[in-house]
């Protein structure tokens, strides 16, 4: 009935700045009739937005641009892509998703924009975690903990990726974990 794609593509520039590409495509599978009388045909995109940021080193946004190609509502919706060029100097590591919803939430902004938007900075983490792995792993000896550990269930110090993959970092658990078909 209803088709949403969104992507997200990342790029490394030539002047040492990060770019990341994001995309938003909802369709219907059917034909249906819009206020204006018209006919919206099947597989014909009526969101179609794309917001690219460009980010340094340190994750801080220095460039912001949003766009749209199709709008339920035309330029009633088009007209607040302007406003998103002020997420420029926003972290996309620190309180970013907070900020996107305080400055763009409800009427302030567009709410497929800042679907796309709380999603730049995973892929902003993903696009840097090579980077970020051979510079770890050329300060052999360091005492850091990487970044990643317990961000997720697999990467619990108490787990068996954190043992195998990162030994100095695992800690084994005192209590017993729960796993399915405990009572």
Not at 24 to 30: A, F, G, H, P
Not at 67 to 92: K, R, V, W
Not at 112 to 122: D, R, S, W
Request: charged share 20%; net charge positive; hydrophobic share 35%.
């Amino acid at each position: 009935m209803h088709n949403r794609m969104i992507s997200l593509h990342s790029f490394e520039r030539d002047d040492g700045l990060w770019e990341i590409e994001a995309e938003l495509i909802d369709t219907k599978s059917y034909d249906f009739t819009k206020q204006s009388g018209q006919t919206h045909h099947a597989g014909v995109p009526f969101h179609h937005m794309h917001l690219r940021v460009t980010f340094d080193n340190d994750f801080v946004i220095q460039k912001a641009q949003a766009a749209y190609d199709a709008a339920p509502y035309g330029e009633n919706c088009a007209c607040i892509a302007a406003d998103y060029t002020q997420m420029a100097g926003m972290s996309l590591v620190k309180r970013f998703r907070n900020q996107v919803r305080e400055r763009y939430g409800r009427i302030a902004g567009c709410t497929h924009m800042n679907e796309l938007a709380g999603l730049l900075p995973t892929v902003a983490m993903q696009t840097m975690a090579a980077r970020r792995r051979r510079a770890q792993e050329q300060a052999s000896g360091t005492t850091q903990r990487p970044f990643q550990l317990e961000g997720c269930h697999a990467l619990r110090l108490d787990g068996p990726v954190v043992k195998q993959q990162y030994p100095q970092w695992y800690a084994p658990s005192q209590f017993k974990r729960m796993t399915q078909g405990d009572g």
